[in-house]
């Protein structure tokens, strides 16, 4: 009972350290999108230039490098570089540009699985590029990429809890602050920070759902993709 | 005097290795309708790409009128907000609603106010025959109706000419009926149209002119009459005899 | 010291915390398969118990962080007098965190084999256990292929989490290295590119491994 004591207790710390991980993760998506949005669009209708000398090996990097390694990175980094850095920004940009790395990858497959009659269609109607990828090919790429985004919500959530480590007070570092003052039941406390990350990945997926319905094409089905090498899927 | 709308001269195109259009030299006067017809893989199809350029020709020269559409100096988009196109799998935007497809156009090419715009595409839609569907989305439509959509998404762009490439050819043939007799009431009404198609019932009776290519030439061209019962070519009457055979070619 | 020549001084004790990482990655996709397969077959052919307790394990792992994971074991079990080393913690954490995912593979794959073949199987007089054993499972091992490919990899980078329960994987040795040096920045790079190496050379033999046993024309 007193261990449940400690939980009403130490609840308003709790709720601001989720708090701090639902921006940190809106943070983190929304850079994720913006980029990844452009860098998907630079690959399929780049220069070649640019996708080999550019964006592949951001896409490579980012993924291939862990998250924790890619925060130390811009954490440390910018002292390195005499940049002023806190370390909730230094997450965002290591989080941020990770999550476009992969991000990208969702809406480059959405895009590709769109015919290109679509495209030609457009062109043939007299539309240019930029009208045609903002009027015909973006609406529909953003519709098929619901479900893969919703699995990259759900890992971006979880991934903020690695904010810790660059001692951004997030949920679970608030978790370690509460066990550490109160000498509290580390099983009870950590369990129940757990609990709230299920729910906030639950609750967002649900919203997905209910934008992936409300958006839903009448009677389009999907065609499924070609074999992808493993570092291509990663 | 005829009225030539459209020129084309000494067209060549290759993809990689291969040459698929080989000097094509044509015109179409205005209100014509020409069928071109062939074996499959002649570049039929390329030709009618090459003259909206989605896919520019090699070499060689085309005209609007009295616009040359291969000047690189020319605007491209503007040039195919007057020529409109029929694809063979239609192409209609799954995202839109039937109205929003053949609207889509004229708002964001044409810039037109959206009441006129729905108007336009209204009159469209009710020439073709699906005023009806216009909240329907394509996957929820029949292949010749989704075909007709295209059509009034053409036709809502007041376009010069229409090219059609293979209108019928992915549509069950219980549905190929509708859609050529949409495409013979605009022949009718004197719309210029270039058709690619192996529908030889349509081409005896509502061409003025059929253009038979083969490996990437024109070898004949004439009127239908000359073409169907007295061609001058071997090869034409080959062709014909055996697309008459597949397709019942006899005119409705 | 210049960069190169930093590099090539922390290089071997880099090289120890990298074999404390495969290490780490290899363990952890043992179990994950040997717990992995249990649980799928419980969500595909299990009675109402058996999924209920099947499902409710892969929701709860999947949809919390694997850092919480290693932190409630590392952690929190001494509070209930359980004492895990850093490395058994960790690896029954990656473990049991690798089996929910593999678990998810696995049934994705068991459900598209084709009923046709099931029909096909019985029509023939084999049993239901029979059927799993000769027709199912067979192409199961061959469809899982790629996403478990995903899966090794994905353990390889998350490894890196151990380092936040002491383990002295090669984020542990960074860490104490720059301690030392206080080059915390340039020894990290050197880190991220021996994983960038890794997952180079592991993606290019999984490649390989995937087309040689891929099912032909699916």
Not at chain 2, 62 to 71: A, C, F, G, S
Request: aromatic fraction near 10%; charged fraction near 15%.
């Amino acid at each position: 009972m007193e261990q449940l004591n400690l939980i009403w207790q130490g609840l308003p710390s709790l709720l601001s350290g989720t708090v701090t991980t639902v921006i940190l993760t809106l943070y983190f998506l929304s850079l994720g999108f913006v980029l990844g949005i452009i860098l998907a669009l630079g690959r399929v209708y780049g220069s070649r230039i640019i996708n080999i000398l550019l964006i592949q090996p951001f896409e490579r990097f980012f993924r291939a490098v862990p998250a924790l390694v890619l925060l130390f990175l811009f954490y440390f980094g910018s002292s390195f570089f005499n940049i002023n850095m806190s370390p909730f920004v230094a997450a965002i940009l290591a989080m941020g540009l990770r999550s476009a790395a992969y991000q990208s990858q969702i809406f480059r497959g959405a895009i590709q699985s769109i015919g290109e009659g679509q495209m030609k269609a457009a062109r043939s109607l007299g539309m240019n590029t930029l009208q045609s990828i903002r009027h015909v090919i973006l609406p529909q790429a953003l519709r098929l990429s619901i479900p893969p985004w919703a699995n990259e919500y759900a890992v971006v959530l979880k991934d903020s809890s690695l904010a810790y480590a660059v001692g951004v007070t997030e949920l679970l570092r608030q978790g370690r602050y509460i066990v550490a003052r109160t000498f509290g039941n580390a099983l009870l406390i950590y369990t129940f920070c757990a609990l709230i990350y299920f729910v906030l990945v639950f609750v967002g997926n649900q919203c997905l759902k209910l934008l992936e319905e409300k958006y839903r094409i009448p009677g389009y089905e999907i065609k499924t993709t070609k074999h992808q090498s493993v570092l291509e899927r990663i | 005097m005829p009225d030539v709308i459209l020129k084309a001269e000494n067209v060549y195109k290759r993809y990689g290795k291969l040459e698929v259009l080989k000097g094509i030299s044509f015109q179409v006067n205005r209100g014509d309708t020409t069928v071109i017809i062939g074996p499959s893989g002649t570049g039929k199809s390329t030709l009618l790409t090459c003259i909206n350029q989605l896919t520019p020709p090699d070499k060689g020269r085309i005209w609007l009128e009295d616009t040359e559409i291969t000047n690189p100096k020319t605007d491209i988009n503007l040039i195919r907000s007057s020529i409109g196109m029929v694809f063979q799998h239609f192409n209609l935007f799954t995202h839109l609603t039937v109205l929003d497809n053949v609207r889509i156009g004229l708002s964001v090419v044409k810039k037109i106010p959206k009441n006129e715009a729905t108007e336009i595409s209204m009159e469209k839609l009710n020439e073709v025959g699906l005023a009806d569907k216009v909240s329907s989305y394509p996957a929820e439509l029949s292949g010749g109706q989704q075909q007709r959509v295209s059509i009034a998404r053409a036709l809502a762009m007041n376009p010069k000419l229409i090219l059609f490439d293979e209108p019928t050819s992915a549509l069950d043939p219980e549905l190929i009926g509708e859609v050529l007799n949409v495409m013979t009431k605009l022949a009718e009404m004197g719309m210029t149209m270039v058709v690619v198609s192996h529908e030889m019932g349509f081409a005896r009776a509502v061409a003025n002119d059929i253009i038979f290519m083969e490996n990437g030439f024109i070898v004949e061209e004439g009127k239908p009459d000359k073409m169907f019962n007295d061609s001058e070519n071997p090869r034409t009457r080959e062709f014909l005899h055996k697309i008459t055979e597949l397709y019942g070619g006899k005119e409705k | 010291m210049s960069f190169i020549s930093l590099a090539w001084d922390i290089l071997p004790k880099l090289m120890e915390g990298t074999a404390v990482t495969i290490q780490l990655t290899v363990i952890s996709i043992i179990i994950g398969i040997l717990l992995g397969i249990p649980v799928a077959m419980g969500r595909v052919y299990g009675n109402k118990l058996f999924y209920a307790i099947c499902t409710f394990f892969v929701e709860i792992i999947r949809g919390t962080p694997l850092l919480t994971q290693l932190f409630i074991l590392y952690f929190g079990l001494p509070s209930v007098g359980v004492m895990l080393s850093p490395f058994i913690a960790a690896i029954i954490g990656m473990g049991l965190n690798s089996a929910a995912y593999q678990a998810e593979y696995f049934r994705g794959a068991i459900q598209s084999v084709k009923k046709e073949q099931l029909t096909a199987a019985y029509s023939i007089g084999m049993s239901q256990f029979q059927t799993i054993r000769h027709i199912v499972l067979p192409q199961m091992f061959r469809l899982v292929i790629p996403s478990w490919s995903n899966e090794l990899i994905y353990l390889l980078k998350y490894s890196s989490m151990a380092y936040m329960i002491q383990a002295p994987e090669i984020m542990s040795q960074g860490r104490l290295i720059a301690s030392r040096n206080f080059r915390t920045f340039e020894v990290f790079i050197i880190v991220a590119l021996i994983y960038l190496v890794l997952v180079s050379i592991l993606s290019k033999f999984l490649d390989v491994i995937e087309r040689k046993f891929r099912i032909p024309g699916l």
